[in-house]
């Protein structure tokens, strides 16, 4: 339940090298991708005192962890999979409580204050930006998700049912890729 910023970088790399270092070091291994992304808890995060309305340090955050990424395994590809449309008409307000501490809500109010589309447009061409300045390839959903409220869970903003997931990565996946370990 973060999003990156400038203090959670080394945070991410050790828990990356921790989980996977060995594998994607492992030499005896083909060709090797990874797929990141980061962006839902960004601009949820009604706590947050680093971003402000540009999102500067997150953007120099992505940019940070992508160079880490690739001086830390050298021989792995970056694949980014781009931000996802937000609805916040889709969202049953009679599910909403004050506190995300009550049990059996959707989320809390304080969260849906920051779920605009706006905010999530921003960091879609932010991110887009960061992957074309470093040469990172783009998995790009957002206007696929921006046309798909009806494919989310019922009175849920934000979260697509696996179905559309599923659809979506077959874009970019084709039978052969299939085949291969997608973590």
């Known amino acids: 339940r973060i999003g990156i910023d400038s203090e959670k970088i080394n945070e991410f790399v050790n828990l990356l090298d921790c989980q996977h270092g060995a594998k994607l070091k ?7 991708g990874l797929l990141m992304g980061s962006f839902m808890w960004d601009i949820l995060n009604y706590q947050d005192t680093l971003q402000g309305r540009e999102f500067k340090d997150h953007e120099q955050a992505c ?36 506190s995300d501490g009550a049990p059996a809500t959707l989320f809390g109010l304080d969260r849906v204050r920051y779920m605009s589309r706006s905010r999530s447009f921003h960091l879609y061409h932010l991110q887009k930006r960061v992957c074309s300045d470093l040469n990172v390839i783009f998995l790009d959903i957002y206007e696929a998700t921006h046309l798909s409220a009806s494919k989310l869970y019922p009175s849920d903003g934000r979260h697509f049912k696996p179905d559309f997931n599923r659809l979506m990565l077959s874009w970019f996946y084709n039978d052969e890729g299939a085949k291969c370990q997608v973590r």
């Not at 492992?26 to 090797?32: A, R, T, V, Y």
């Not at 940070?64 to 395994?73: A, G, H």
């Not at 050298?74 to 969202?91: E, F, M, R």
């Open 26 to 32: 492992d030499q005896s291994i083909g060709k090797k």
């Open 63 to 98: 940019r940070e962890l992508i160079c880490s990424v690739r001086q830390n395994y050298p021989d792995v590809d970056i694949l980014w999979k781009s931000p996802t449309a937000v609805h916040i008409h889709w969202v049953d307000l009679e599910r909403l409580v004050p």
